[in-house]
């Protein structure tokens, strides 16, 4: 029986740390209306900048939180203005702006070319004070540095909504996501209000970079597989949703690692996907979804 | 000088031309009504002047300056504000959040409390429905939630888009007293209507719309007692 609640206590921490990664994703989504594909490099980016900073001065990767997002705001924050507004700007009569999706794809094979050209193909390791520490509870072990991820989760998460709820841009950013000619009508810049939803999306990603680095390599596309998790995990949860982002996270890591231990690792991907079709088949807006119109 | 001038504006949704050729007038302390059938363009003149819809041609000048080349929110910020057709609420926010939201522009934003003072006083069941979400209120509600969201943008005029749109004739009443008081605090009203009985009977003045262009204009009195008024919009 141990090995099952050892994998339900593995499964949580790495499926928070999915969740949070999936958090920017759906805030992206909720206030943009735009899917952005280039989330999983901007999570690169986040790991590459955490990498440096750690590699460079030394120090506790948590302590590089405070270079790493600030970084990734703006990154993001100037990402969204100078890449992605114009074209937003040049459908703005259009709901759903499809166009720039095929941008953000393109942003995504730039990015991730760019970091192959420049630091090459290499994985990359750091060690840092905390990599590879556990500790036992019974005969539970638990990771240290995924632990960290489980509080950092919880943090970005309550900040977040708090955020949301009482401050005036949180509510700005609110307001536009339900109705963005309205909220032009109350004085609300609705590209300001998404250069900083995408730049809180993407700042997100650098919490995740520095949470990931103590026990995740580093290379070029190691976005790519968060990318396709963090968009498992949005539609499972309901698009735009903030419970759903982490509840889907969290369904996604148990799944990898309870079924870790009856299959092939490999072989969990499929359980996802097909948990992932019936949830949609049962709930098409996903798990906390609401059937709001978009 | 007009408070609003409206020169020669022609507005165009893609390739169709909608307004051609509008030009009117608004004085300070008016009640203005625009009427005219559905697809007239009166709801498109609105969003012209809040900056929604660019005029391809012409000028809206207001308070002196010229506003026709503003984004939607530096227009806010000037005094101009809209409540936009079919309310259009911040569906998943408070009622509260929703006035809120409404004082966003930073000429507003210093006064809310204020702001909230005169909403509430002049709309006393918003103070009771605080906490509820705008979607489970009724049509009533939501319209005087949208008026309330207008009047905390600390308008110098405020322009109505349909405020009896869909709304119970009892409410119909209560929505244009409403109207009524705000203006007789001295607040500029510009409204587009299709209850051309109301809208005109308290109107100043009046403007009629038929296919993008003005035909008629006059006092809210001539303009009820003209013939082919009576007969397009009334079935006199």
């Not at chain 1, 050892?6 to 928070?16: D, E, F, P, W």
């Not at chain 1, 203005?81 to 702006?97: F, G, H, M, N, T």
């Not at chain 1, 955020?163 to 307001?175: D, N, S, V």
């Not at chain 2, 926010?93 to 809120?100: A, D, Q, V």
């Given at each position: 029986m141990d090995f099952i609640i050892?994998?339900?206590?593995?499964?949580?921490?790495?499926?928070?740390?999915?969740?949070l990664a999936a958090l920017g994703l759906t805030l992206i989504f909720g206030v943009i209306k735009v899917i952005n594909f280039a989330h999983?490099?901007?999570?690169?980016?986040?790991?590459?900048?955490?990498?440096?900073?750690?590699?460079?001065?030394?120090?506790?990767?948590?302590?590089?939180?405070?270079?790493?997002?600030?970084?990734?705001?703006?990154?993001?924050?100037?990402?969204?203005?100078?890449?992605?507004?114009?074209?937003?700007?040049?459908?703005?009569?259009?709901?759903?702006?499809?166009?720039?999706?095929?941008?953000?794809?393109?942003?995504?094979?730039?990015?991730?070319?760019?970091?192959?050209?420049?630091?090459?193909?290499?994985?990359?390791?750091?060690?840092?004070?905390i990599t590879g520490k556990a500790f036992e509870i019974g005969e539970i072990i638990v990771s240290t540095p995924k632990l960290y991820g489980?509080?950092?989760?919880?943090?970005?998460?309550?900040?977040?909504?708090?955020?949301?709820?009482?401050?005036?841009?949180?509510?700005?950013?609110?307001?536009?996501?339900?109705?963005?000619?309205?909220?032009?009508?109350?004085?609300?810049?609705?590209?300001?209000?998404?250069?900083?939803?995408?730049?809180?999306?993407?700042?997100?990603?650098?919490?995740?970079?520095?949470?990931?680095?103590?026990?995740?390599?580093?290379?070029?596309?190691?976005?790519?597989i968060f990318d396709v998790k963090c968009f498992i995990i949005v539609v499972l949860g309901g698009l735009g949703s903030i419970p759903g982002a982490l509840l889907g996270g969290v369904i996604i890591g148990l799944i990898e690692s309870i079924g870790a231990q009856f299959m092939t690792s490999t072989w969990t991907e499929l359980i996802v996907y097909l948990v992932f079709l019936a949830v949609l088949f049962v709930k098409p807006a996903g798990l906390f979804g609401e059937k709001r119109d978009w | 000088m007009s408070l609003l001038e409206i020169k020669n504006i022609d507005c165009f949704y893609g390739d169709v031309q909608v307004v051609y050729d509008v030009s009117m007038h608004v004085e300070e302390g008016e009640i203005i009504s625009i009427i005219g059938a559905n697809g007239a363009g009166k709801s498109t003149v609105l969003k012209c002047i809040s900056g929604l819809v660019k005029a391809t041609s012409g000028e809206i000048i207001f308070d002196g300056e010229p506003i026709h080349n503003l984004r939607p929110e530096k227009i806010v910020n000037r005094g101009v504000v809209q409540v936009p057709e079919g309310r259009k609420l911040f569906t998943l926010m408070t009622s509260k959040e929703n006035l809120e939201v409404g004082a966003h522009n930073p000429r507003a934003y210093s006064r809310m409390a204020e702001g909230f003072e005169e909403v509430y006083k002049l709309l006393p069941r918003l103070k009771e429905r605080e906490k509820q979400l705008a979607i489970t209120m009724s049509g009533g509600e939501q319209q005087m939630v949208a008026v309330g969201r207008g009047l905390m943008a600390n308008p110098k005029i405020l322009m109505l888009d349909e405020p009896s749109l869909g709304l119970a004739p009892v409410l119909i009443q209560e929505i244009f007293q409403t109207v009524k008081k705000i203006a007789d605090k001295g607040l500029t009203v510009l409204m587009v209507e299709q209850d051309v009985q109301h809208s005109l009977s308290?109107?100043?003045?009046?403007?009629?719309?038929e296919h993008g262009r003005i035909v008629q204009e006059g006092t809210g009195k001539e303009l009820l007692e003209n013939a082919n008024i009576r007969e397009a919009y009334l079935g006199i």
């Amino acid at each position: 029986m141990d090995f099952i609640i050892q994998a339900i206590v593995s499964g949580t921490l790495m499926g928070s740390i999915y969740g949070l990664a999936a958090l920017g994703l759906t805030l992206i989504f909720g206030v943009i209306k735009v899917i952005n594909f280039a989330h999983g490099s901007c999570l690169m980016v986040g790991m590459y900048a955490a990498y440096w900073v750690v590699m460079l001065t030394g120090v506790n990767p948590y302590l590089a939180l405070i270079v790493v997002v600030p970084l990734l705001f703006f990154f993001g924050y100037f990402l969204q203005d100078i890449v992605i507004k114009p074209v937003l700007e040049a459908q703005s009569d259009v709901r759903e702006p499809t166009e720039v999706i095929i941008v953000t794809s393109g942003v995504w094979y730039i990015l991730d070319n760019i970091t192959l050209m420049i630091f090459g193909a290499e994985y990359r390791v750091v060690q840092t004070s905390i990599t590879g520490k556990a500790f036992e509870i019974g005969e539970i072990i638990v990771s240290t540095p995924k632990l960290y991820g489980l509080i950092a989760t919880v943090i970005v998460s309550v900040a977040l909504v708090w955020f949301l709820k009482y401050t005036k841009m949180g509510k700005a950013i609110r307001a536009a996501s339900l109705d963005r000619e309205a909220a032009s009508l109350m004085g609300i810049n609705q590209y300001r209000v998404y250069n900083i939803a995408f730049g809180i999306g993407t700042a997100i990603m650098g919490v995740v970079g520095c949470v990931l680095i103590p026990f995740y390599y580093v290379f070029p596309t190691v976005g790519v597989i968060f990318d396709v998790k963090c968009f498992i995990i949005v539609v499972l949860g309901g698009l735009g949703s903030i419970p759903g982002a982490l509840l889907g996270g969290v369904i996604i890591g148990l799944i990898e690692s309870i079924g870790a231990q009856f299959m092939t690792s490999t072989w969990t991907e499929l359980i996802v996907y097909l948990v992932f079709l019936a949830v949609l088949f049962v709930k098409p807006a996903g798990l906390f979804g609401e059937k709001r119109d978009w | 000088m007009s408070l609003l001038e409206i020169k020669n504006i022609d507005c165009f949704y893609g390739d169709v031309q909608v307004v051609y050729d509008v030009s009117m007038h608004v004085e300070e302390g008016e009640i203005i009504s625009i009427i005219g059938a559905n697809g007239a363009g009166k709801s498109t003149v609105l969003k012209c002047i809040s900056g929604l819809v660019k005029a391809t041609s012409g000028e809206i000048i207001f308070d002196g300056e010229p506003i026709h080349n503003l984004r939607p929110e530096k227009i806010v910020n000037r005094g101009v504000v809209q409540v936009p057709e079919g309310r259009k609420l911040f569906t998943l926010m408070t009622s509260k959040e929703n006035l809120e939201v409404g004082a966003h522009n930073p000429r507003a934003y210093s006064r809310m409390a204020e702001g909230f003072e005169e909403v509430y006083k002049l709309l006393p069941r918003l103070k009771e429905r605080e906490k509820q979400l705008a979607i489970t209120m009724s049509g009533g509600e939501q319209q005087m939630v949208a008026v309330g969201r207008g009047l905390m943008a600390n308008p110098k005029i405020l322009m109505l888009d349909e405020p009896s749109l869909g709304l119970a004739p009892v409410l119909i009443q209560e929505i244009f007293q409403t109207v009524k008081k705000i203006a007789d605090k001295g607040l500029t009203v510009l409204m587009v209507e299709q209850d051309v009985q109301h809208s005109l009977s308290m109107s100043d003045r009046g403007y009629v719309l038929e296919h993008g262009r003005i035909v008629q204009e006059g006092t809210g009195k001539e303009l009820l007692e003209n013939a082919n008024i009576r007969e397009a919009y009334l079935g006199i």
